[in-house]
């Protein structure tokens, strides 16, 4: 049961969740409905974005929190694919659930640090 209905501290106690990588926990927070939009790719549906979180096991480090109303912004560095890349995350809550996610960051380190494909 969520304690409270601020949407920021929803966003912030999902983001800790994932740090440390109580996916179930976190998958409390977020609505089946869930939408992620980012640079690499499209998630529709809370279990398909979760199945992918659960491979990834980002590492955050939130920089700066911005709140409006139900809007949460987080500037965060985020390790992926042992890159640390700096992200700015837009996240919406509603009904006490994070309803959607767009990130948009400069994804250079992480595509630079993919292997090359074969062939």
């Known amino acids: 049961m969520i304690a409270t209905d601020n949407a920021k501290e929803i966003v912030l106690e999902c983001v800790k969740a ?6 179930q926990r976190a998958r409390e927070l977020v609505d089946n409905d869930f939408s ?12 398909n974005y979760f199945r992918q979180m659960e491979k990834l096991r980002f590492k955050y480090n ?5 709140a409006d109303g139900t809007d949460v912004c987080l500037l965060s560095d ?9 992200t700015c995350s837009w996240y919406r809550v509603d009904g006490r659930k994070i309803r959607s996610l767009r ?10 640090a993919a292997p090359a494909p074969a062939g």
């Open 18 to 23: 994932l740090q440390n990588q109580d996916f």
């Open 36 to 47: 992620f939009d980012g640079v690499l790719g499209s998630v529709h549906g809370a279990d």
């Open 62 to 66: 939130v920089k700066k929190v911005f």
């Open 78 to 86: 985020i390790v992926m694919e042992g890159k640390s890349v700096f």
């Open 103 to 112: 990130v948009v960051f400069d994804p250079r380190p992480v595509l630079e």
